[in-house]
Each structure stands twice: as structure tokens, then as C-alpha cells.
């Protein structure tokens, strides 16, 4: 599951929740790739629900009161069209050279320069809890309450266990 941390940070980004996570996680269905489903504090509701079929790979969907927006990669559209009016078009029209190229080069850049760079590594770490909260989900097979500034579950031992694990001596982490 945590290869699919570039679609959450899309996703993140653009709900502008990109330094939070989820508050509640559950599965739709009890397979090991299941469909799962997540609610935000503000009410959001994020569906892990991809047809081989349907809808962007690595990207999302975004259902509202005026229409819908999807996002994938180098690819914005709407419906209607107005609601992506305006926004940049991608650098070019293949699905990941300029992504990967920008990305890359903006990563490089920022070592040289010792600016920020264009998505934090709050956004990545928030995103890749998302895919570890969906993997502790769907192995459990149950609803679960996530605290994303405590980043615990909510009375849950069983659900925090896989959260971390011993370390071998010489490798355990900082006392912070």
C-alpha cells in the first residue's frame, strides 16, 4: 500500500489537510486490497474505491455541490469545465516524465540552494501514515478511531501495535 503515497499527497494537498490525517478509517469490504474508506475532522469523507476500469490511477476524484474534479498526475478535468478554469496546464502530455523530471529537480535544488522544497516532508509523512492506516485497517477488518496529532489510535492497544516494533540493539530510535 505505500506505493500509492503520490496519489495521497495529491489528495492531502488539495483538501488542504496536508499536515492532518483521517479520524476514523474503516474497510468496505474484508479482502487484503479491499475498498477502504476514511472520514476527516472537518467532515470529509475519502474513499479508497478504484475500479481496474474507472477513474484516474494514482490520483482522485473530487465530488461536490457545483460538480466534480479529477486529478492524476498531468491531468486536471472537471465537470463542468468552468470549475478547473484557469489552472495551469501540464508541462507536457505524458503521464510521468514531467512529474518525475520537476519533482526530481526541484528535490536536487532545494539541496543545492537550502530552500523548501515544493511539497514538505510534513505532506509525505502525513500521506504515508495514510497508507499505513489503510494497511492496519484492512488487516484488522474493523472501524478504527485515529488521533492524527497524537498519531495513535483511540483506545485501541491491538491497532497501535503494529505502529512500531522493537529495535535491535544499535538502531533503536531517539528518546524525544
Not at 515544493?118 to 499505513?132: D, E, K, L, M, Y
Amino acid at each position: 500500500m505505500t506505493g500509492w503515497i503520490h496519489a495521497f499527497d495529491q489528495v492531502q494537498r488539495a483538501l488542504g489537510t496536508d499536515d492532518t490525517g483521517p479520524v476514523e478509517i474503516w474497510p468496505e469490504e474484508s479482502r487484503p486490497d479491499g475498498r477502504v474508506s476514511m472520514r476527516y475532522a472537518c467532515g470529509t469523507i475519502l474513499k479508497l474505491d478504484m475500479p481496474e476500469d474507472k477513474g484516474p490511477r494514482m490520483g482522485g476524484i473530487f465530488f461536490g455541490k457545483n460538480g466534480k474534479i479529477e486529478i492524476n498526475r498531468n491531468r486536471l478535468a472537471s465537470n463542468p469545465p468552468e470549475l478547473v478554469q484557469g489552472a495551469p496546464p501540464p508541462a507536457d502530455k505524458s503521464e510521468y516524465a514531467s512529474v518525475s523530471r520537476e519533482h526530481i529537480g526541484n528535490w536536487v535544488h532545494c539541496m543545492r540552494t537550502r530552500e523548501r522544497t515544493v511539497t514538505s516532508a510534513t505532506v509525505g509523512h502525513r500521506s504515508t501514515t495514510i497508507c499505513h492506516l489503510i494497511n492496519i485497517c484492512r488487516e484488522l477488518g474493523r472501524k478504527l478511531r485515529w488521533n492524527p496529532v497524537k498519531e495513535e489510535f483511540i483506545g485501541d492497544e491491538e491497532a497501535n501495535k503494529p505502529r512500531s516494533r522493537p529495535r535491535r540493539e544499535g538502531y533503536k530510535l531517539p528518546v524525544v
